[in-house]
């Protein structure tokens, strides 16, 4: 399965914007890329994906590179709310052996 | 809808008792999996399942068994509870969107093995 790396930890002022990288150079042509999030003391929760283009929800964006092998999650203006753990990972289709797998993902530290 | 529902929230084990983490779900998801989270570390998958009667192995099965005989509940068994298995387990079902799938996840039971 590829695998994802991201940055243990970041810090970023509240009501600022947030970048947090992701590096997937062994992705397949088949992988979306995923975006979960976990709250304190809560199970993770879904931000958002993407296949190849730029996406936009209202949690969050995620711009993906044009070779695809690294993408970056946009929190337009952070605040003390976003404080969680940020994950990246890569899911291919749908099929039988489908294992997903999550790294240890960056904290993410929201300063007032 | 609920979403994901996991019993109990809170559980303390003697080293060698079994017990059943139970984990439903109510939209009609096809996939499901259970992860534990061991303090400061991210999630490790245990068990996973894409239909009722179909399971197979994560990256840390080992004391523990599971089985799938509806869409809707997916029970996590302790064989024989150690310490090592002190964790917090989510359960987490699949919805389909396209291709590919979003993960629902339950709130979580926090266990410890004494």
């Known amino acids: 399965d590829a695998k994802t790396t991201q940055p243990n930890s970041m810090e970023s002022n509240e009501e600022e914007p947030v970048h947090l990288p992701c590096n997937h150079s062994?992705?397949?042509?088949?992988?979306?890329i995923h975006w979960y999030r976990q709250l304190p003391s809560q199970g993770p929760e879904y931000v958002i994906h993407?296949?190849?283009s730029n996406v936009n929800n209202r949690m969050a964006s995620l711009a993906i590179a044009e070779d695809r092998k690294s993408s970056t999650l946009i929190l337009h203006r952070a605040t003390l709310r976003d404080a969680a753990v940020y994950y990246c990972?890569?899911?291919?289709?749908?099929?039988?052996?489908?294992?997903?797998?999550f790294g240890k993902g960056t904290r993410l530290h929201i300063l007032p | 809808n609920a979403g994901v529902t996991q019993t109990p929230k809170f559980q303390v084990l003697k080293t060698g008792q079994s017990m059943t983490l139970q984990c439903a779900q109510d939209?009609?998801?096809?996939?499901m999996s259970w992860y534990r989270q061991d303090p400061g570390m991210g999630l490790r998958l245990i068990h996973y399942?894409?239909?009722?009667?179909?399971?197979d192995q994560g990256e840390v099965p080992n004391g523990y068994n599971v089985s799938r005989s509806t869409t809707e509940d997916f029970p996590l068994r302790l064989l024989s509870a150690a310490p090592s298995q002190t964790s917090v387990y989510f359960c987490?079902?699949?919805?389909?969107?396209?291709?590919?799938?979003?993960?629902?996840f339950g709130p979580g039971t926090r266990l410890t093995v004494t």
């Open positions: 993407g296949l190849t």
């Open positions: 399942s894409v239909g009722a009667g179909i399971t």
């Open positions: 987490a079902s699949s919805r389909r969107t396209g291709p590919t799938y979003e993960q629902y």
């Open positions: 939209m009609n998801h096809e996939y």
């Open positions: 990972i890569l899911r291919d289709a749908p099929r039988r052996d489908d294992k997903i797998i």
């Open positions: 062994t992705i397949s042509g088949t992988d979306y």
